[in-house]
């Protein structure tokens, strides 16, 4: 509604919807002070709100995280990767608009370092992996949004670019981890998504694993990365536009490495949670079953227990392992096509089962991503050798070509290799003290080593000395 109103006003201001002739009659009213600069204020700002809504800024944040956990990781990827995008688009779009009234431009870059470091912080308590997710698009469209109110047009879409393939990949990782666990939990989001009952996932998805830790390497800023070129381009400018701002965006650039390593220790590294807990409640070993459609129920098994094969009966069915026939679970039948493993370490015997990697469907167009989540970021690298003219070289820069002179654009554009490498050097730093404190709190030394099997072939060195 506030969109619309803003709209009017515009169209009542300028009469024309289009944009070159809004922004030439609009400026010409500007300077001539033929126009009520508070009315056109309040008009921005209204337009402003409705890209605030919809891409998620402070205060009209809180559908987002909700929009990205309830749906698929398809949903979530498209509002991740184009349709929250929308609010910053349009403030792109109306950048000449923005550009001449300074208070809008001050309360867009105030919103979006809120947005940043309110995303950020809020990302570190999440347990539901696509809420994680969710809380890093709004932090990552904050830098965006902070680049736009900066003047760092060129930036702003740079990151919006890199953003969008690196955030895909990692949703689409998501939806693979999810599928996976479903396979032994069933369909129950507060299981299937609970970062908390994952751990130990490396070895059972190991392309899933490798798509993900690049998209969180890429989302952390680490080169050669996509997101890297285009979150170090607005890191530097924020020193231009406020060190106050800049000290903030910095310092929430450590928290993204943190809280998007803590989500992949969680899931891939450590031990495999969902193991390790007692659904049934009951001291008594227990098998707890979910059915496909979230329906609950347990049953206890017998202290001594055989592994039966897996034999085809004449009738083209396979035996069970509790008893010739499968057992129901309120009114469903439940088979058990997944192989077990019998560990005879505790008290009762307890039957477990391990996720599975996806199938191709699934696996292809994470791959895809993964090309572009590397690649990507090179339309937006500068050729400027030696720093001898400023010429534009970079693909973005030539399809980005606006009819206004950006914000620091020679003091950027003159800035060579070892200017660049400076710059680069702390806002790197910073990623991987963040990604070392991360590993600090959630994955011990041991744990990695013994995830990698190197506990398990020193024991198997040392018995064939025996």
């Known amino acids: 509604f506030g969109l619309l109103l803003g709209i009017l006003g515009l169209y009542w201001i300028t009469g024309s919807f ?33 890209a605030i809504a919809k891409s998620a800024q402070f205060p009209l944040h809180v ?38 009234i300074p208070y809008i431009m001050n309360l867009i870059a105030l919103i979006g370092i809120i947005t940043v470091f309110l995303g950020a912080t809020l990302a570190l308590a999440q ?37 969008a393939y690196s955030k895909a990949l990692l949703f689409l990782g998501s939806g693979s981890i999810i599928h996976s666990m479903e396979a032994i939990v069933g369909y129950s989001p507060d299981k299937s998504q609970n970062m908390v009952f994952m751990g130990g996932l490396t070895k059972h998805i190991p392309i899933t694993k490798t798509s993900f830790l690049l998209g ?23 020193w231009l536009y ?58 206890t098994l017998k202290k001594k227990f055989r592994l039966l094969p897996l034999l085809k009966k004449k009738n083209n069915q396979r035996t069970s392992f509790f008893r010739k026939n499968p057992y129901k679970i309120d009114g469903n039948v439940r ?14 015997k307890r039957i477990f089962s391990y996720p599975r990697e ?24 500068p050729f400027n050798q030696f720093n001898q003219e400023e010429i534009k070289l970079d693909i973005l820069s030539k399809l980005l070509t606006p009819s206004f002179k950006l914000l620091h ?45 190197f506990f398990n072939s020193s024991a198997k060195k040392g018995l064939k000395k025996i």
């Open 18 to 50: 289009e944009f070159r002739d809004l922004f030439k009659i609009f400026n010409n009213l500007i300077y001539n002070n033929q126009v009520n600069v508070v009315f056109v204020t309040l008009c921005t700002f209204l337009l402003f709100s409705g």
């Open 127 to 163: 347990k539901d992996i696509k809420r994680s997710l969710a809380y890093s698009t709004m932090s990552q469209l904050g830098y965006m949004m902070l680049a736009l109110g900066m003047g760092s047009y060129r930036g702003a879409l740079f990151h919006l670019i890199t953003h």
């Open 335 to 348: 088979n058990m096509p997944w192989a077990f493993i019998t560990v005879n370490n505790f008290n009762t």
């Open 242 to 299: 406020s060190p106050s701002f800049a000290i903030i965006a910095w310092f929430t650039a450590g928290l993204t490495a943190f809280y998007m390593f803590r989500i992949y220790l969680l899931i891939f590294e450590g031990y495999f949670n969902l193991n390790c807990k007692n659904y049934s409640g009951k001291k008594n070993g227990s098998f707890y079953s979910i059915s496909l459609w979230g329906k609950e129920g347990s049953k």
């Open 358 to 381: 996806s199938d191709n469907t699934m696996l292809f167009p994470m791959l895809v991503f993964v090309l572009f989540s590397i690649f990507i970021g090179a339309i937006g690298i």
């Open 216 to 238: 969180t390497l890429s989302l952390c800023g680490i080169p050669p990365f996509a997101c890297f070129w285009s979150k170090d381009e607005i890191l530097n400018d924020s």
């Open 409 to 453: 654009e020679n003091e950027e554009n003159s800035v060579d290799w070892y200017g660049f490498v400076i710059n680069a050097t702390f806002s790197v730093s910073i990623s991987f003290f963040g990604i070392f404190m991360a590993s600090s709190f959630y994955q011990p030394v041991y744990l990695s080593l013994q995830n990698l099997n």
């Open 63 to 100: 559908w987002l995280p909700d929009a990205m956990e309830g749906p698929t990781p398809i949903s979530a990827l498209i509002h991740a990767a184009t349709m929250v995008a929308a609010g910053i688009f349009l403030v792109a779009r109306l950048f000449p608009l923005f550009l001449v």
